[in-house]
Every structure is written in C-alpha cells, then in structure tokens.
C-alpha cells in the first residue's frame, strides 16, 4: 500500500476525469493497495448498475405531459401579469395629489409619523410599568390595614356579610388568629 | 443547422415559443428521467420536471453563458427536486417511497432488455430492484451527485456548479453516495 487511500478520486480516475499527475498517482496507489483495488472494482458495478436504473424510468404520455406544461406556462404568464398589474397600480395609487411625483416623501413622511408615535407609545407604556412614589405609599396603607383582616380569615371566611355585619365592624377587637375567639353565623 | 442550447435559450428570452418547444423537445426526456431517479415517484418527476421548464421560461434571460446551457438547467431542476423533498420530508416519513408494483395505477417500473440471456437479464433486474430503493435512502444532494454522474455523465465540476459546490465537495458527494449504495445492498 502506498501513502493515503485516494477514497474520492477512485470514481474520478474510473471516469477518465483525472489529470496526468492525479491519475498516475492514484495508478500507483492501487498497484500496492488490493482495499482501493477492490473499492475501485465494486464502485465500477454500481455505478454501471445505476446507469440500467435511470434507463429503467418508462417515459410519461408526453403528450399529456406538454398539455399539462403549456397549462403551468400559461397559469404562470397570468400570474406574472397580474403581479405587474398589482405593481402598476400601486405605483399610480401612490402619486396622491398632495404630493404630487414624490411618492417617496409620502412614505417618508409616513414612516416618520408613524416612529413618532412609536415612541411616544412607548414611553407611556414605561410610565406605567413602574409604579409612582404616591402609588407605593398607597400600596403599602392597604397591605397594612389587610393584615389584621387575613390574621382573622377563619372568622370571615364563615360569615354572610350582609348579616354579620357587626361583626365584621369589630374584627380587629378579635384576638389575632385565635380561633376561639370569634364568633360563628348560626 | 441545428441552434444550439445556448441560441435557443437567448430565442427563449425574447419570449420566442417555437424556441421554447425546440428546447423542451430537447430536454424533456433527460429531465424528467433524472427528477424521477431523484425523487422515486413518476406523478412528483412530471410536476417538478415541468416546473422547471416553467423556470427556464421565465429566467432564461438571466442565463450569461459563463457554463454550458445544461448545467444551467439542471441547477434548476435539482434545486427544485431537493426543495420538492424538503418540502415533502414529513410526508415521507409517514409514507416511505413506494416500491414498483405496490400501487396498480402506477406504471410497473421495467429495466430495459439487455442483450445478455435472461439468466443474466434476471440477475440485472434484481441488482437494480435493490438499487432503487438504496437509492432512496441517500441525502438528496448524495442522490443527486450520483446521478447527474451515471444519467448526464457529468464531470465532478459540473456537479459542483449543479449543487452550488466546490470540485472537492462534490466527488465526496460521490463517492458517499457511491459507498452509502454498497453498503444499503450488501446488507439486503
């Protein structure tokens, strides 16, 4: 065996595609090399075999298969008309009167107005993702105020609002979280 | 004289019809063949060998004659039939190909008759009733490297400019292809 099988040029030298040089080393290498021999010969079968393959595909009715190219052919030229159609008109929607052959300062104008208002969207939509000094404070007043009522959330969870009413005014005279301390709805 | 490839396909982007028939009478045997080897299905073959007459039609402007008319050509047509797979993968996953014979409606796939004595003709047929479904079973560009070679005798460089690949890349193509295929029927 000599230096590096040429794996890739095996099928190359087969078909004649080689250089001079190319082709006298990979001569060489298979002289000495009875692995590349054998890839080369085995490598030699298929592809004649596949060559049978493509020959073995039965033609269309070509006929039938024109008919049907013409169709596309023509389906496609529609198409490509009406997308110029599309375009021409387009074109002439965008020359409005106010501004006059300058369709690109329209849309200019357009994006501008339009980036505008992105921005200023944007930062009233940052305003009120973080909450104001006074907002917190207010935040804060409640959870205080709730906190006595959840430390009695076993007396309120069974009352009727409407009747216990009494009860809930003098919620906070209850002892926190005594459950024996409170009175249940008859 | 007969005009050839390269005038017809200038003719063709003057929109000239008859050029177009001339280069479709050309072509349509070769083409329709090598997207049938390709994507294993005859109604898939006649779909995407026809689009891309369709594609010739409408580009044939854009052809600058740097390579010849055919590797222009076949670019599209193998373009168009590995899209076609891409598009179709899941598909197949759930329906593999089929094998000749198991659907009726289809023409049974039929190897040519060979001089050789029909001992010899049997053993043909059945090293091809392997390959065929070996076949399918390569990467498309694998595929289609293979049979560009063996169908259109193409050389590891037009190969290249088919695949959009470097000389190198695609004799690996081959000869993948090539071993991928002996292994698939050694193990059968």
Redesign the interface.
Known sequence: MAGIHP??????YL?G?LSADERARVATHLEGCAQCRQSAE??SA??S????????????D?AE??A??KR??RA?ETS?ASVRERWRRMREDLRLPVFGGWPSMAIGAAAVAVLAIAIVMHRGSGNSSAPGVDQLELQQDLSSTDVGLLANYHVVEHLDLLENYDVIEHLDELGPGNPQNHETPS | VEPSDEDLCRKIAARDGAAFELMVDRHQGRAYRLASSILGNEADARDVSQDAFIRLYESAGRFDGRSRFSTWFYRILVNLCIDHQRKNRWWKRLAPLASPGDNPDERAFDPPSTEAGPEDDAMLKQSISRLRPALAKLSPQQRAAVLLQTQEGFTSREIGEVLHCSEATARVHVHRGIAQLRKLIAKE
């Not at chain 1, 075999?49 to 269309?60: H, N």
């Open positions: 794996e890739t040029e095996l099928i190359p078909r595609e085995a490598s298929i592809l075999s596949l060559a049978r393959v493509v020959e073995g595909v039965r033609d269309p070509w298969y024109r049907g190219l596309k052919l496609s490509s």
